[in-house]
């Protein structure tokens, strides 16, 4: 078996039934991918919507794409028609963009809400009271809310990633109590990487973005 099967494998095995598994394919060739699928895997994970819309012309139909890095409003056109979800909306902005893109081409798209759960600036998202206050004012009718995502710190200190996947489950209840026409698909807990993803499955991730476990270290010089 190649090692990205045997990888694919044995992250299976950790996760429970309910857990959806996201394979992060971002800076990895076609042939990676083409080896993960031939290992049963369908959803795959990529954080630039240019790659993501070569990947999904030129890999089998039947793969579903997730974007799961920032995406910028010039770019909902490349992302949008090709991605099953889009795990990063991260503004009102560009959630108001996507609506007006989908309502155009008479379509809809599923997509999650960033939250900012990290202590470090650098990552995107919106805070607790950014959503608590945006979503009730919202109309949305070709664009589903389904879940929400977030990233923790990039840190050994369990304690700290513990705390802030806390944070995100919490935004995810309160949102789950709203009782609002795009919330009706709302379910998926979209957190937990290769270096955390073990507490996030155990703190109640349903869906796990895993990359360098599984086709190992990345060249982001590509
Ligand atoms: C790259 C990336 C991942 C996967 O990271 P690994 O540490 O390689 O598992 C997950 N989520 C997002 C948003 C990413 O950008």
Redesign the pocket.
């Known amino acids: 078996m190649s090692q990205i099967a045997d990888n694919i494998q044995s992250v299976r095995q950790e996760l429970p039934e309910n857990v959806t598994l996201v394979a992060?394919s971002?800076f990895k060739p076609a042939e990676d991918i083409m080896e993960a699928y031939r290992a049963g895997q369908r959803i795959f994970?990529e954080?630039r919507p240019q790659e993501l819309k070569w990947k999904a012309e030129s890999l089998p139909k039947d793969i579903q794409w997730h974007l799961?890095?920032h995406l910028q409003k010039n770019k909902i056109k490349m992302a949008v028609p090709y991605a099953a979800l889009i795990?990063?909306v991260d503004t009102a902005d560009l959630l108001m963009e996507i609506e007006k893109y989908c309502a155009r081409e008479e379509r809809t798209a599923d997509v999650l809400i960033e939250i900012h759960i990290a202590s470090e600036e650098s990552k995107h998202g919106f805070t607790r009271e950014e959503v608590l206050e945006l979503l009730p004012r919202l109309e949305l009718h070709h664009v589903r809310i389904r879940g929400v995502m977030g990233?923790a710190s990039f840190t050994g200190d369990e304690t700290l990633i513990r705390s802030e996947f806390a944070l995100l489950n919490s935004v995810y209840e309160e949102v789950s109590r709203m009782d609002l026409p795009f919330l009706s698909d709302f379910g998926i807990r979209s957190f937990g990487?290769?270096?955390d993803y073990r507490i996030a499955v155990e703190m109640g991730s349903n869906m796990v973005?895993?990359?360098?476990?599984i086709f190992g270290p990345?060249d982001t010089r590509l």
Do not use: A, E, L, P
Request: proline share 0%.
């Open positions: 992060v971002k994970g954080n799961i890095g795990h990063s990233m990487m290769t270096n973005r895993i990359g360098t476990k990345r």
